[in-house]
């Protein structure tokens, strides 16, 4: 608040020589990247398509309208002031004034990083998805549909809107399980809509709960979640939401969908809903319990450092035992929700600040695990660990993917996971250490499962009696290393390439720099005062 | 980039005046950085580029060499400066918050590249073992698959090691460390293939990843206390920060103390190296043996004020547990007759004592002893890879890994047994020199360290003796009369303990302390030298006179005790596999698959619910509401007051 009030009375210059800077002056930037997939739905389910014949152009327009919101995007990311502790691109219309909601929309640094997070993830899956051959007009219409539930997810500021946009990505991501996903299809999708709609409820209970204690006059995140409401009332409510995020991200004990989904759902909705979907867990609880009540914050962090242990260890545990490539794949995708919450457990600013970059980090190495784990499987033609063996020759696209997959997760340096788990391990030993010790262990753990997959599947000895392995297709191989990629490039320059001996940036004013906006913020209620001399 | 280049230019455009004015020290700018950036272009190239077996070889000797060179000119460079040579650039920066202490109100983790001499020396010395591992490998490893991969995780790691050497940024520090360990493995499990390989792989990821973790944990401890993770911002307010407190110091040190002795491969923390020191190639274990001794030791010489900035006692358990890891080591080397995993296990001691002495040499306030120590293990550091080569030349043509099965090497394979006494006699006379320069043998922890001498002398020189003496017999498929030095590889491991004799000879003169750290020390008594060397020669001679007068007796009662001790180590691990491992992965499978089967249930339950609901629906209305008329007045009637209170 001190900066803002430092702002607003010497406003800093918009940023210059920035491509982009300048070109939306009204607010309808987000509008267009949440609604521009749902119009792209509309345009593929009516226009005429007799025998398929206009498939690949149904792909396309997907494609493009990805390439479109990743423009929209980029605009949107180079145009953000990052030193504005406030939402930005907001937009406030009013909806039904008699309840007091609104469509209000919004980003500061942490959803700018979760929309750049879906929107990579959105396009990962529409490569992965090039494969579609049976009822492709459906199929890319429901992708869509869940992109636009994601991203609308992620920038509403009002919780009614929230609620809605929450509830949503589950009814799309099933019926795409239930029309195209593997031979456990239908439970899978059950189980996925089962999980999300009681995290749905849970969550819609306690946006009413807020709604009832603060006089019920409005929806708006600025209203309901504030920290002057009590102690009680900020735990009952935490608690709820917590519920509600451990059944998205998902945390143990209420991860029992994520090995069917997974394990079942085609790679293009594995990549969607490892790498972006369920990241809205740990956003939900930045927003709803980090950012908004502190005092709750407080008492409720050995809780989730207590889930981000048991999450992490279960996680690593789970996938050393299984015997299924794609259940080792969902697995491990568990990893990376475990660390984020681990930051927001530590309720320092610099574990938050950790957590808020392992969402974009988390997002793309669980992406990449479950993704290369499902393409590994149907180029194999087989998910059996016993089966597959020695492919690292045969499918070295593959092969290298998985390796990378695996660093990413373990937070090996040079890919952009180092800098999330060094944040957040070093913001979380200040509160947290049994936790941080705890988590370090199933990170252990997880190493042993990794090591113990790569040495099966890649480097063992090849099985004669496997079925006929070939390497990945070029969609495939882009799709997955679009998210390698971007590990890699946010791993390398955190704070963005400059122009040779200046301070200018070239094109990306750096992930890091951005998503600063607002943690300040956010974190303000767990600085630690400076301590006295002690011994 | 853009300012290694412009250093470079500017290097090269200086004002010329009369005759050859060349100032080495101007071509650190950009020379320094190259260290980083050589390793890792030959990384990239070897990984990228023809991948048969010479050309990947040939480039990851190249981009070795050209390190080298490097690191050479670097020397010179630094020849004339007293201070060391500091570039530093920004990785991250961020602010995180507005208010509180303002040493955590930023997050920052700069490229620290800090050379001084004892980072070129140990740099150097990496160097060299690498060098000669590689060219020994080019020779003895051609049968061995995945070259290109092999040839470029030496780059990858070698990288690693310039970046660890040179780190004064706690996290880039662990960032090097992890790409380090990460090498490690990969080098480690080069036999991916084979499955004893792959499954002993497992413990080289294992144990030194919880001891990394151990790292980790203890930059991160020291961090959310001190709010600074660089060196030289950290040493000076370890009691002046506010808050601080003795018991997080030695939090902080013991996870930091737990992590560095992982990777030196101390015992208990040396299975990574023994488990895997038969199934990996030989230049894989020896390049993993000797970089890991220099860059442990480097690090715990710098982190040493941590330690001792927390109390005495826990400087005294530091020095405690180094003893015992030194006269644990060489009695496991005494059992079982696996030559590579004895010297392994002997070369463990050795650097073991030598960490002892750094820790005594910081306790005593003396930084003489300290830096003696390190000093020690450059050179133990070169005898380990020499060893290993020397032994793994001769395990190779007498096509056996059981000194049982070996001998008569000094007459047949002359130059690799030469080459293996003389490994064995660096590694022991490389500690007596550092025991030489402050360690009182009559202390108590002098006798200690005195019988850790003694047993390193036999379990070092014990191989030796049973590879080069006696009969070496027939076996099934084995002609002795072929056993020979093959060509092309011998020289290598000779021309290494060479390296290292020089690197013992220099750490006898107080000169080179000097040098390594810049300050000036005194020459230690030549009767203390002796001391030790007495002490050295005696177990060299008690080794010499068992296995020449009952070699047979001495390899079978090794043999019997490594059988003994095998039973007891499966008899460790099959309980913690049976008590720890299997219930934890059993309790993950139950959960993996009974939550998901509960759920199921609800789902069911939920669905014949549902099914209920629809049946009622179809009934007629009126007698329903008839029945639930009567159903709710009864439970009213039993709720109200009067009726059943």
């Excluded at chain 1, 739905?41 to 226009?47: L, P, R």
């Excluded at chain 1, 209420?254 to 069917?260: P, S």
């Excluded at chain 2, 130059?415 to 006494?421: E, H, K």
């Excluded at chain 2, 360690?439 to 070092?460: D, T, Y």
Aim: glycine share 10%; net charge positive.
């Amino acid at each position: 608040m001190i900066l803002l009030t430092i702002v607003s009375q010497n406003p800093s210059p918009s940023p210059v020589g920035v491509p982009g800077a300048g070109i939306f002056t009204q607010p309808f930037l987000l509008s267009l990247i949440v609604w521009l997939p749902t119009i792209a739905a509309a345009v593929i389910a009516t226009v005429p398509n007799p025998r398929g014949r206009y498939d690949v152009a149904m792909k396309q327009i997907a494609f493009f309208t990805n390439m479109g919101v990743l423009a929209l995007l980029f605009i949107g990311y180079n145009q953000f002031e990052n030193f504005l502790p406030t939402m930005q691109y907001e937009e406030k219309l009013s909806w039904l004034p008699a309840i007091g909601v609104t469509y209000h929309l919004g980003i500061d640094g942490p959803g700018l990083v979760m929309l750049v997070l879906s929107g990579l993830c959105g396009l990962a899956s529409i490569l992965a998805s090039w494969g579609v051959r049976e009822r492709v007009r459906s199929y890319f219409c429901l992708l869509l549909l869940a992109e636009t539930a994601v991203n609308g997810t992620i920038v509403a500021r009002d919780t009614f809107v929230l609620v809605l946009f929450w509830g949503a990505a589950a009814i799309p991501l099933a019926l795409l399980i239930l029309g195209w996903g593997g031979p456990r299809r239908a439970g899978a999708a059950w189980r996925l809509l089962g999980y999300w709609g009681f995290g749905t409820a849970a969550l819609a209970l306690g946006v009413f709960a807020l709604y009832r204690f603060t006089g019920g006059q409005s929806f708006d995140f600025d209203a309901l979640l504030k920290p002057g409401l009590s102690p009680r009332i900020q735990l009952t409510v935490s608690l709820v939401m917590i519920v509600a995020a451990a059944t998205r991200l998902p945390l143990f004990p209420l991860h029992g969908w994520i090995r069917d989904v997974l394990g079942e759902a085609p790679p293009g909705v594995v990549v969607l809903v490892a790498g972006a979907a369920t990241r809205l867990g740990a956003f939900l609880i930045l927003r709803t319990v980090i950012a908004s009540e502190p005092a709750a914050g407080h008492i409720l962090s050995p809780l989730l450092a207590a889930l981000a242990a048991l999450t992490v260890g279960f996680a690593g545990l789970a996938a050393l035992r299984t015997t299924d490539v794609r259940h080792a794949g969902a697995y491990l995708a568990m990893v990376p929700g475990g660390i984020t919450v681990l930051g927001f457990a530590a309720i320092s600013p610099l574990g938050i600040a950790g957590s808020v970059l392992s969402l974009f980090t988390g997002g793309l190495a669980a992406g990449l695990i479950a993704g290369v784990c499902a393409t590994l499987a149907e180029r194999a033609q087989t998910r059996s660990l016993a089966v597959l063996g020695g492919l690292a020759p045969r499918m070295p696209n593959i092969a290298w993917l998985l390796t990378i997959a695996a660093m990413a997760l373990l937070g090996v340096p040079i890919l952009s996971s180092y800098s999330a788990e060094v944040m957040t391990f070093f913001g979380a030993f200040k509160n947290q250490p049994i936790g941080a010790f705890a988590v370090a262990a199933g990170l252990a753990v997880s190493a042993i499962a990794l090591a113990v997959l790569l040495r099966r599947v890649l480097f063992g000895s090849p099985n004669p009696d496997a079925p006929g392995v070939s390497d990945a297709s070029l969609g495939e191989t882009w799709y997955l290393g679009l998210l390698a990629g971007a590990l890699l490039w946010v791993g390398l320059f955190p704070g963005g390439p400059k122009i040779p001996g200046t301070e200018v940036p070239l094109f990306d004013p750096g992930l890091i720099t951005q998503m600063s906006a607002g943690i300040s913020d956010i974190s303000s209620p767990y600085v630690a005062p400076t301590p006295s001399t002690a011994r | 980039m853009s300012e290694i280049v412009l250093a470079a230019s500017g290097a090269a455009s200086g004002t010329r005046s009369a005759g050859f004015t060349f100032d080495p020290s101007t071509t650190l700018p950009w020379a320094v950085p190259l260290l980083l950036i050589a390793p890792f272009a030959a990384f990239v190239l070897a990984l990228s580029s023809i991948r048969t077996r010479r050309s990947a070889s040939a480039m990851a000797m190249f981009g070795t060499v050209v390190t080298l060179l490097l690191t050479l000119l670097v020397a010179w460079g630094l020849s004339r400066r007293s201070t060391p040579y500091v570039a530093t650039y920004q990785y991250i920066n961020m602010s995180v918050a507005f208010s509180g202490p303002t040493n955590f109100q930023a997050f920052t983790i700069q490229l620290i590249l800090h050379v001084d001499h004892l980072t070129v020396v140990a740099l150097l010395a990496i160097e060299i073992c690498m060098i000669a591992a590689i060219g020994w490998h080019s020779v003895m490893g051609r049968s061995e698959p995945g070259a290109a991969r092999f040839h470029a995780v030496i780059t990858a790691l070698l990288f690693a090691c310039s970046g660890m050497l040179m780190s004064w940024d706690l996290a880039e520090l662990f960032g090097f460390w992890a790409i380090g360990g990460a090498m490690t493995y990969l080098l480690l499990a080069h036999r991916w293939g084979l499955d004893e390989a792959a499954s002993r792989a497992r413990v080289a990821l294992a144990l030194p990843f919880l001891t990394d973790l151990s790292f980790l944990c203890g930059i991160a401890w020291l961090y959310a206390r001190y709010g600074t993770q660089k060196l030289d911002a950290l040493l000076p307010i370890l009691h002046t920060n506010p808050g601080w407190t003795v018991r997080s110091l030695v939090v902080g040190s013991i996870l930091l103390g737990v992590g560095i002795a992982g990777r030196l491969a101390l015992w208990p923390f040396i299975s990574w190296i023994t488990q895997t020191s038969v199934t990996t190639p030989p230049a894989a274990s020896a390049i993993a043996q000797s970089a890991w001794s220099i860059i442990g030791i480097v690090v715990l010489f710098r982190l040493m004020p941590i330690v001792v900035a927390s109390n005495v006692q826990t400087v005294r358990g530091f020095i405690s547990a180094s003893l015992v890891a030194a006269i644990a080591a060489p009695l496991l080397s005494l059992l079982g007759n696996e030559p590579r995993r004895a010297i392994a296990l002997a070369g463990s001691s050795a650097v073991a004592i030598a960490a002892a002495v750094v820790m005594n040499g910081f306790q005593a306030q003396s930084s003489t002893f300290a830096i003696a120590g390190v000093a020690a293990v450059l050179a133990i550091a070169l005898a380990r890879a020499g060893a290993v080569l020397a032994v793994a030349s001769i395990a190779a043509a007498m096509r056996t890994d059981d000194l049982a099965e070996m001998g008569d090497a000094s007459r047949r394979m002359r130059t690799s047994s030469g080459a293996l006494l003389a490994s064995v006699a660096v590694m022991v006379l490389s500690v007596v020199g550092a025991l030489g320069f402050g360690i009182n043998s009559r202390s108590p922890n002098g006798f200690v360290l005195g019988e850790a001498v003694l047993l390193c002398a036999i379990a070092g020189l014990r191989v030796f003796m049973a590879a080069s003496f006696g009969p070496l017999r027939r076996r099934r498929a084995f002609e002795p009369d072929r056993v020979r030095e093959t060509p092309g590889a011998l020289g290598w491991p000779y021309w290494i303990a060479a390296a290292g004799a020089t690197f013992v000879l220099a750490s006898l003169f107080s000169g080179w302390l000097n040098l390594l750290d810049g300050q000036s020390h005194k020459a230690a008594s030549p009767a203390a030298f002796l001391t030790w060397v007495g002490v050295a020669v005696l177990g060299f001679a008690a080794a010499g006179f068992g296995y020449a007068t009952v070699r047979d007796g001495a390899i079978a009662a090794s043999a019997a005790g490594g059988r003994l001790l095998g039973r007891v180590m499966a008899i460790v691990f099959g309980a913690i596999d049976r008590f720890v491992i299997g219930p934890a992965t059993d309790v993950a499978r139950r959960l993996g698959d009974g939550i998901p089967a509960g759920d199921g249930a609800v789902g069911r339950v939920t669905t014949t619910s549902g099914r209920l609901a629809l049946a009622a629906a179809r009934l007629p209305a009126m007698p329903v509401v008839i029945v639930l008329a009567v159903v709710l007045a009864l439970v009213f009637a039993l709720v109200a007051p009067g009726v059943a209170r």
